[in-house]
């Protein structure tokens, strides 16, 4: 894994999103459309953090995913800022802000609703099986 500084150096827009929070612009992530089988890990520490058979088209502009690959692959973090209430989602592994999850995801028969996992595609990496 990487020091701040080297990622600073090496990625500032991503050191920007996993550090301090930010939000990459949406529609602008490569991964957005990626349906190749595999896993989406942490682009700061490589940490399983999604499969792929977890993700879905949420039409909001940035990768979603119905659940973390385990409960324990990343921390969910109440957040207030913005004058929002929302729960922010970091890796377990690196504390790399990811993005935020919310109660709207897609319904299925068998479980009810699921949530909607809201993610930076910057802080990424997807590995194909």
Not at 114 to 123: A, F
Request: aromatic share 6%; glycine share 8%.
């Amino acid at each position: 894994m990487k020091s701040d500084k080297e990622l600073q150096e090496d990625n500032p827009e991503l050191y920007n999103v996993a550090r301090n929070g930010g939000t990459e612009p949406p529609h602008s992530s490569d991964l957005l459309h990626t349906d190749d089988e595999g896993v989406f890990r942490c682009a700061v520490c490589n940490e399983a953090l999604f499969n792929s058979d977890a993700k879905f088209d949420s039409g909001t502009g940035w990768p979603s995913f119905t659940d973390p690959v385990s409960k324990e692959a990343v921390k969910l973090i109440e957040d207030n800022t913005h004058g929002m209430r929302r729960t922010e989602v970091r890796c377990s592994n690196c504390d790399a802000h990811l993005g935020h999850v919310f109660p709207d995801g897609p319904d299925r028969k068998d479980f009810g609703r699921h949530d909607r996992y809201c993610i930076n595609g910057i802080c990424l990496d997807h590995q194909s099986n």
